[in-house]
């Protein structure tokens, strides 16, 4: 059978992900939404800190995503397919029985210690159930640029996610609804995801990948993992803090607030996912790619920056209007986490930059801040504030530090803005 050649201009596959991700978004957001209004502030923060737990566990698996993304945009479809194939049979093999191993010590930890929350923590592993699948699948679709199939994939992502947690709550299943309907998306969004590469897969002849295309895919694994878990701490860890620092009607108040600020993720999620096949297949034919560096990060700080001002006038209307008058007081930190967010999906864009030119220092410079941003959480946490403040210079100091870092083996932010200007005055 005869694949479909890859393709898209920039800018509708651009437009296309931006609505899957928004859709995926909006789902997420009326979740939280209604399960802050349904559980109130003390149990909707022990869900967001559980959800935001599972989150870090999940975001190191995306480097599936990438990194298989990555080596299918620079092969014939054929081969990256027989690649995919592989991975994902893989992945079915493997993930029933780590979930046995965690639910295994879950249950060992609740019975030595009466305070583990055993129920909700093995909901929580349901959720993980497809933790392998989802990224392989998306990353297939972003290597093709299926950027179509793609969007519908991560809108069913999110847009079921209210709609399981209503059912549930219906049954009176409490925090149990939030983490079950979490889990029951999570694998519909798989399901979904696998019927849309299912030609790919039928598509395979038998047999092993090319071993040159696992090890291509194989060597950028580890810093990925690095790399993406490192955001994935960056961008939770402060929900997590709170939880544990501060009252929990305060520490659910920053959740929520953590919610809505989270929303300028969208604007740097949606251009790494359009350009890193595109960078990729540039740097593998010897074409420059410092200005797209250069108009990722700064469509992602321009955008973040209004929604900051946005935040900082609109934000007591915005935590009442979603989350209701119990929440009105998350209006005081809004904008400040707003900015925060913005920073490190800054550093988002700078990752998967480089990692589409074979470029890991990056990766290393924000294990060096996840790490300096648990340090500097486990000393300053005795106000939302403080901890803001934490994620904030964190952030900036990475930024700071990409160029003296990483400016011998990839793109720098430097170089890329002068590479714009160079364009755009042409």
């Not at 900015?339 to 490190?344: F, N, P, S, V």
């Not at 994620?391 to 083996?409: E, F, I, K, M, N």
Request: a positive charge.
């Amino acid at each position: 059978m005869r694949m479909r050649p890859r393709g898209g201009h920039a800018v509708g596959s651009g437009l296309q992900v931006a609505v899957g991700l928004g859709l995926w978004n909006l789902g997420n957001y009326a979740f939280f939404l209604i399960a802050g209004r349904v559980l109130g502030p003390a149990d909707y923060g022990l869900v967001a800190a559980i959800l935001s737990g599972v989150l870090v566990i999940q975001t190191p698996f995306t480097s599936l995503q990438t990194a298989l993304a990555r080596v299918v945009s620079s092969t014939p479809p054929a081969r990256g397919a027989a690649l995919y194939r592989a991975a994902l049979r893989t992945a079915l093999r493997w993930t029933p029985a780590g979930a046995a191993v965690a639910a295994l010590a879950v249950i060992a930890a609740g019975a030595v210690r009466d305070d583990v929350p055993v129920g909700p923590l093995l909901a929580a592993i349901v959720v993980l159930l497809p933790v392998a699948v989802f990224p392989l699948v998306l990353g297939q679709l972003q290597g093709e640029r299926r950027f179509g199939r793609y969007a519908l994939t991560m809108a069913a992502f999110g847009l079921p996610r209210p709609v399981m947690l209503l059912a549930l709550v219906g049954g009176g299943l409490g925090i149990y609804a939030a983490l079950l309907g979490t889990a029951a998306t999570t694998i519909l969004a798989a399901v979904v995801g696998v019927l849309f590469t299912a030609d790919r897969l039928r598509a395979t002849a038998a047999g092993p990948p090319d071993p040159a295309l696992v090890r291509a895919m194989g060597a950028s694994l580890l810093p990925l993992l690095v790399g993406v878990t490192a955001v994935a701490v960056m961008s939770n860890l402060d929900v997590i803090a709170a939880k544990l620092a501060l009252d929990p009607v305060d520490a659910g108040l920053f959740a929520s607030a953590a919610v809505l600020a989270k929303t300028v993720f969208l604007v740097p999620q949606a251009i790494t996912i359009v350009l890193l096949p595109r960078v990729a297949h540039r740097h593998a034919t010897g074409l420059p790619t410092e200005a797209l560096l250069a108009v990722s990060l700064g469509a992602t700080l321009v955008l973040g920056g209004l929604c900051t001002l946005a935040a900082l006038v609109l934000a007591d209307p915005i935590m009442t209007i979603t989350f209701g008058e119990e929440f009105a007081d998350g209006a005081s930190i809004l904008p400040e986490l707003t900015g925060a967010m913005t920073l490190i999906g800054a550093a988002l864009t700078l990752l998967y930059h480089q990692v589409a030119l074979g470029s890991y220092r990056v990766a290393w410079l924000l294990a060096g801040a996840a790490g300096a941003l648990a340090v500097g959480l486990a000393l300053v946490h005795d106000t939302a504030g403080h901890i803001i403040a934490v994620d904030a210079v964190v952030a900036t100091a990475a930024l700071l530090a990409h160029d003296p870092v990483c400016g011998r083996s990839g793109d720098t932010i430097v170089g890329g803005t002068r590479a714009l200007l160079r364009t755009r005055a042409a």
